[in-house]
């Protein structure tokens, strides 16, 4: 007879690998063979290296991503529902249609939307990479180099015109990709196998573990051995602040808003220093406008955004606390810790098929 601890254990473990068998490890192999479209089929008619082969090679892994997960939750439904049924009792919509959901706009809902892809760009995204830049100026030296030299990024080489158009299309395009899965697979579909927390965590940890992956990039060798864990940790943070949002709005279009935005105006950061431009004057003539609307927003919205950083504390403190609904023990609690890293981490080596 299996004692309570030890089934509580097998429950933890059992909830979390059937997850990433049944739709995420499934999820990137799919995902993976979509993303050889662009990788092989766009070399064919424009040459890598130029500015349009970066466009069309971002924009086509955002479609295949669009198209990737809800094909995968539809697919996984169909070869594995006997076996979830008992995991996830009951589902108002199929899988697919409710990933789909998450990009629905109401004529109720799209201020909102708007209003919260601002908010979370303004004071998230941008503090924190603007402190980064700001407390150790290296770090931008550090991107750039990291960035510039791929094939697929050359638009921050080109001229303003060209490189605006370019980011624009390429960031928005690469936002999409990023969020569809972390955010509209990993937290979303995770929170319905387990804990919504368990999700939140294993899906900002895979976000951290793929900007970590900075590591191995050979240009890293010629700086800090931080600079890489810095990354980490901002993602990190960022991953579990967008995770919170999907958990209680089920709205994909405001992080996808304030990814992109965050990317377009680290790009300027990256095509001015590339340019020869003093980081002083970064500072003065993108993040100094940029910080002062952003405090501006603050004190305009500041009653949604202390209620909504309230609401987010209680439900991040979850993760800590003994699930008294399922008995559960400290015990409990470090093995469900232990277990939601290793899944993150084997998510992350999964991952890596489709970021290369």
Known sequence: MVRPMQKRKKQIFLDRFRFFSYEVALGFILIFILLLLPAFVVPLFVEPGSVLYGILFYSLRAIMSFIGVPLILYLSNLLFLDKKSNVIIEEDVSPAIGHLRLYKITKNNYQYQILYGFLIFFLVFLPIDFLGYFLIPEFL???????????????????????????????????????????????????????????????????????????????SRSYSLWFPFIMFLQTFIVGIILSLLIIRRKWLIPVIIAHALNNIVSAHAVWSFLKGVDFIEVVLQLYL????????????????????????????????????????????????????????????????????
């Open 289 to 356: 406008p940029l910080t002062i609307i952003g405090l501006l927003m603050l004190f305009w919205q500041f009653s949604r955004i202390k209620d909504g950083l309230l609401i987010g504390l209680n439900i991040f403190k979850e993760y800590f606390e003994i699930d008294d609904t399922i008995e559960e023990t400290n015990a409990d609690k470090v093995f469900r810790v232990f277990i939601d890293i290793v899944l993150a981490f084997l998510i992350f080596l999964m991952g890596i098929m489709i970021v290369i």
């Open 141 to 219: 030296e550090y991107q750039s180099f990291a960035l510039a030299f791929k094939s697929t990024d050359s638009y921050l080489l080109a001229d303003y015109s060209i490189f605006l158009i370019s980011v624009i299309i390429i960031q928005v395009s690469v936002a999409i990709s990023e969020e569809t899965i972390a955010r509209g697979l990993l937290t979303k579909r995770g929170s319905e196998h387990f804990s919504r927390m368990s999700a939140v965590m294993i899906s900002s940890l895979y976000f951290g573990l793929g900007h970590f992956a900075y590591f191995l990039d050979p240009i």
